[in-house]
């Protein structure tokens, strides 16, 4: 058959309408780079956030079925708070370890709820980035305002901070059930890692303002 009779695809109108979109935002210097980045870290912290509240359970004992745990309504940070409080329980190696994870996902909670929850700001304005809690018309906030930059280095130093916190809510799970304690070792030095990433990605602003930095 001639190609000039070969019937034309049709593409479903969500797919041109999301391309538009995407272009739009593209122009906006969010590139098709960092939108996948942005959707990776998205998954890894729902990942983290998972089992942080299954390693919860496996630390304390809890029993769960049929009933309603004590994580139901608990928020992230309260969890993260828990995890931290509940480290006790084990050796003092991994009580140092789950410290540094704390303070590295309090960080990456506030970087990661910016972009979630918080305004985008455009290339043309000083961005790419989201700005949380904007006070733009003059009003009030309960909490306080902060931002979060995002390219593909950034972005990729946010996924690496979430992915080793993972790795971290895994090992706790695998040495409950099984009392090996390998995993949690290996973690020390990325965790320190991810704890300085988690800390430049929460407070570049600030840092960027600073001689020294």
Request: aromatic residues 6%; contains cysteine; proline residues 5%.
């Amino acid at each position: 058959m001639p190609t000039s009779h070969v019937p034309k695809r049709q593409v479903p109108t969500h797919q041109n309408r999301s391309q538009a979109a995407l272009e739009r935002l593209n122009s906006w210097g969010f590139t098709l780079e960092i939108l996948q980045r942005l959707g990776g870290l998205a998954v890894a912290w729902a990942i983290f956030e998972r089992n942080l509240e299954l390693a919860l359970w496996a630390l304390t004992g809890e029993q769960v079925k049929g009933v309603h745990p004590s994580t139901d309504r608990l928020p992230i940070g309260k969890q993260i708070d828990l995890l931290k409080q509940e480290s006790i329980r084990l050796p003092q190696g991994a009580q140092e370890l789950i410290a540094d994870a704390a303070t590295a996902a309090f960080n990456l909670m506030d970087y990661r709820h910016a972009i979630m929850h918080g305004a985008m700001i455009p290339i043309g304005v000083g961005g790419p980035s989201f700005i949380r809690n904007p006070r733009s018309h003059g009003e009030k906030r309960a909490r306080p305002t902060h931002d979060a930059h995002v390219d593909e280095n950034l972005l990729d130093l946010a996924i690496d901070t979430a992915w080793t916190l993972c790795r971290l809510v895994f090992a706790i799970k695998e040495m409950i059930s099984s009392g090996a304690t390998s995993d949690l070792k290996e973690l020390k030095r990325d965790m320190q890692r991810a704890k300085r990433q988690a800390n430049e990605l929460r407070h570049l602003t600030e840092l960027m303002n600073s001689e020294k930095y």
